[in-house]
């Protein structure tokens, strides 16, 4: 993994994440909903992952996990954000992680839509 020291534009990314935050946290205090479902009547890849987050945040893991599977990728992805796509000095290994976290979401998707119906 890359050292801290080798980010691009920290302070820009910082303030970007801390804008994202609190826009999410206004958004889940007002109880506004997904716009995809609302608009497509499907849960969207993403759906349940805001409150799977604020689950693992109290470290109840269980309820995270049930709300979506995929909310341990957000740190990994955050690091993704962080680093300009390249987490590790291998390049093969940068496309295998990212790639199986979004197979991941399309999977757990797919499931997710089909005990829907």
């Known amino acids: 993994m890359k050292k801290i020291k080798n980010i691009k534009n920290i302070k820009t990314k910082l303030t970007v994440t801390l804008g994202y935050l609190l826009c ?3 958004l889940y205090k007002l109880g506004a909903s997904c716009i995809f479902e609302s608009v497509l009547h499907i849960p969207c890849p993403g759906c349940g992952m805001t409150r799977a987050l604020f689950s ?3 470290f109840d893991f ?6 979506h599977k995929m909310f341990w990728s957000v740190p990994v992805l955050y690091l993704y954000f962080l680093f300009d796509g390249k987490l590790f000095t291998n390049k093969l290994l940068n496309r295998t992680v990212f790639i199986c976290i979004a197979a991941g979401f399309i999977v ?3 499931i ?5 119906l």
């Not at 997710?112 to 829907?116: D, F, P």
């Open 62 to 67: 269980a309820s995270a996990f049930h709300y």
């Open 24 to 26: 999410v946290a206004i």
């Open 56 to 58: 693992a945040v109290k």
């Open 108 to 110: 757990f998707w797919i």
């Open 112 to 116: 997710k839509l089909c005990a829907s």
